[in-house]
């Protein structure tokens, strides 16, 4: 497996940034570069001169091959070497970066602290004794419990202790995404989760809990853990990942088709979460459901937090999916003060968490044809790549195995 994860690693961009600089998307990051970056590497004689990853099929090629570009963020002291920035550097699982391993322990009050363990991995011994990791599955709009099981299936094989793992892919939404508000979702997805800890009897044993979400699946999650029912499970809060979760909204939208459709859907299906989406939910931009959502410091509680995105994809904002500002919201005399504190809400609490932004470049569309070339420009393959998109998904999860040990 080491040997594969240094193979992924050839397509993995790293570098270390100062804290302060989370919230900003610098000009030599903006998309056109990391783009020309991810098209130079496919194309150069030495990435097409490597063996094809193990895992692949017959029909793989070099310019469809995923490229990662990863971002982390540290103190200015805690930086001593930087890595030089965009240097491919081969991810060995988790020795070259480990994930900051901590476990959260309420204390006599009830409240939250973290305990940090050492950056290296706990011997086997002590992965073994520990108790059961619960990992969620939360689809998105429109969405399906079947769209993230190959990432739950390659979990399930590659994790060293499967008796210690137990799998919750959502479907309490299945029928509500249309409609429902964010409220009704994130209720639902509450009770979804304590009913399947009693049916597995896991209540007492359970000693981590993550969640795994796309799109909207991100916001119902969020929601979800805000909820009192699920307030024991806060102390348990290990890793969140979120595939182009929608955190900011909609707001300062970059595709015409995408903000039509999503008018349609308000107007005639009557889409609440949609309306909330576009922080329209309230007269005022400050009483929004989103808003409001944002000062809960849900995301504090976890150790990890992975934040992936694409700027191919454009069914969700890029800065949305990444929790960081853009130009538009800076010049929004109306809703711009609003946007940057939702921002600052959100990565506030933050400072002490393994914070992780991922950009994937997806490469060449499987198919050539006409209508998958159409889906690829209006950002409609990027957004389903995530979930449907078997070079990524095993890349991702070996890249990040560790964050789920």
Known sequence: MRELSRRYGES?????????????????QRSVTTTLMADALRHSAYYQSLPPPAVRDSGWHATQQPVFFEQRYAAKEAIT???????????????????????????GTGAATIKRAPA????????????????????????????????????????????KVRFLCSQSNEEHTAHASFETLGAN?????????????????????????????????????????????????????????PHLG?????????????????????????????????????????????????????????????????????????????EEAIHDVRNGHIFASMVHNLLGPLSEVNLVHVEIHFGDPPEDKILAKLDAAIGRTAHISFLDNKAFVEMFVYTYLAYFV
């Not at 993995?12 to 030599?28: I, M, W």
């Not at 965009?86 to 994930?99: G, Q, V, Y």
């Not at 576009?278 to 995301?299: F, G, I, M």
Request: glycine letters at 4%.
């Open 81 to 107: 070497r930087p890595l030089p920035v965009c240097e491919p550097t081969p991810s060995l699982s988790w020795i070259p970066w480990p994930p900051v391993l901590a476990t959260a322990l309420a204390d």
């Open 250 to 326: 909609m707001l300062y939208g970059s595709n015409a088709l995408v903000e039509l459709g999503m008018w349609g859907l308000r107007r005639w299906k009557k889409a609440q979460c949609l309306t909330e989406l576009s922080l329209k939910d309230k007269p005022e931009a400050s009483e929004t459901l989103l808003y409001r959502l944002s000062k809960q410091p849900v995301l504090g509680l976890f150790t990890n937090v992975l934040l992936v995105s694409s700027i191919e994809d454009r069914y969700v904002p890029h800065h949305s999916a990444r929790v960081q500002l853009c």
């Open 120 to 163: 290296e991995p706990p011997p086997a011994s002590a992965v073994a004794s520990a108790g059961i990791h619960l990992i969620v599955f939360v689809h998105g709009f429109h969405g399906s419990s079947y769209d993230l099981r190959t990432m739950r299936d390659l979990l399930a094989l590659l994790l060293p202790t499967k008796d």
């Open 189 to 245: 997805l509450a009770k979804e989760i304590t009913d399947f800890m009693r049916s597995e009897n896991i209540v007492h044993s359970c000693s981590r809990v993550s969640l795994v979400c796309h799109s909207f699946g991100a916001i119902i999650g969020r929601v979800a853990l805000s909820r009192p029912d699920l307030e024991g499970l806060r102390p348990l809060l290990h890793t969140y990942v979120s595939f182009s979760g």
């Open 12 to 28: 993995v961009f790293r570098e270390t940034k100062l804290l302060e600089q989370r919230a900003y998307l610098r000009a030599d």
